[in-house]
């Protein structure tokens, strides 16, 4: 992943090198990264070759819990990394499966007597993004609280 941000970042000035890499990075050494390759599932968002992002997209979806809180955990596995990029990245896709799933998060919250652990964990891994020195982390995580943010009792 770290080294994936790094030449993320070099993208607008070497794009084919940069793909040269990715290419030989995750489809010719798909096999031997293959345990790896789903931490990559930032780079979706980005404009490497599209043969790539189908191989990271595959892993991605081999690996990645089908339950809402099981994929939340899974992100918030991802929230653990200390790469600011990665992080905002983590916060930005976790945004995403907090819009589109409101009635899994209502469940979550106003289901039971009490609010799901992980719905817990969760709030406590935004508080703390939100305090985050990096603007993009922080911005990003109060994107995904206002998603919480969003949801009505009742």
């Not at 941000?5 to 995750?26: A, D, G, M, R, T």
Request: hydrophobic share 40%; charged share 20%; aromatic share 8%.
């Amino acid at each position: 992943s770290n080294l994936a941000v790094s030449l993320l970042q070099q993208f607008e000035h070497s794009p084919q090198e940069i793909n040269k890499i990715f290419h030989y990075l995750v489809l010719n050494n798909e096999n031997l990264l293959s345990s790896h390759i789903s931490d990559l599932f930032f780079l979706g968002d980005s404009k490497i070759s599209e043969k790539i992002k189908m191989v990271i997209k595959r892993h991605v979806k081999r690996t990645q819990p089908e339950g809402f809180l099981d994929k939340i955990k899974w992100y918030l596995q991802h929230l653990n990394q200390e790469i600011p990029a990665i992080k905002a990245y983590a916060f930005s896709h976790l945004d995403k499966l907090l819009k589109s799933n409101r009635t899994e998060i209502h469940k979550a919250i106003f289901a039971g007597k009490t609010i799901d652990p992980v719905i817990v964990e969760l709030i406590d891994c935004l508080l703390l993004g939100c305090k985050d020195s990096d603007p993009q982390v922080s911005a990003a995580s109060g994107a995904c609280l206002g998603q919480l943010g969003a949801i009505e009792a009742g």
